[in-house]
Nanobody, 114 residues
Framework: QVQLVESGGGLVQPGGSLRLSCAASGFTFSRDEMRWYRQAPGKERELVATITSTASLTYYATSVKGRFTISRDNAKNSVFLQMDNLKPEDTAVYYC???????WGQGVQVTVSS
C-alpha cells in the first residue's frame, strides 16, 4: 500500500526550529518530485517547497525562502523540511505530496507561539 507519513511537528517558540520528515513507501519514490504544502486555519492551501527526483532543483515560496530547506534521501525514501527562524504565521498543518504519483500524507501540525 502507498503511504506518506509525516512526523516532526509540534509546538515551538518564534525563532525556533523544527525538522519535518516524510517517510514514503509503496511507490517509486526516487522517480517522483516531492512537495511540501501547508494550510492554516481559515486560509487556502499553500505550496511551501518542491524538490526534483534527483534533488537537482528546488523551489521555495517567497514567504519561507531563506528560512526553510527541503531535502531528500532516496536511499531511505524520505523527504525533509528543515524550518528555521519560525514565525507565528508559519503555524499550519504541513502535508507531504508526491507530484506525479499524486499521493498525500495525513499532515502534521506545526504551531509557532510564545
Amino acid at each position: 500500500q502507498v503511504q506518506l507519513v509525516e512526523s516532526g511537528g509540534g509546538l515551538v517558540q518564534p525563532g525556533g526550529s523544527l525538522r519535518l520528515s516524510c517517510a514514503a513507501s509503496g511507490f517509486t519514490f526516487s522517480r517522483d518530485e516531492m512537495r511540501w504544502y501547508r494550510q492554516a486555519p481559515g486560509k487556502e492551501r499553500e505550496l511551501v517547497a518542491t524538490i526534483t527526483s534527483t534533488a537537482s532543483l528546488t523551489y521555495y515560496a517567497t514567504s519561507v525562502k531563506g528560512r526553510f530547506t527541503i531535502s531528500r534521501d532516496n536511499a531511505k525514501n524520505s523527504v525533509f523540511l528543515q524550518m528555521d527562524n519560525l514565525k507565528p504565521e508559519d503555524t499550519a498543518v504541513y502535508y507531504c505530496n508526491a507530484l506525479f504519483s499524486k499521493y498525500w500524507g495525513q499532515g502534521v501540525q506545526v504551531t509557532v507561539s510564545s
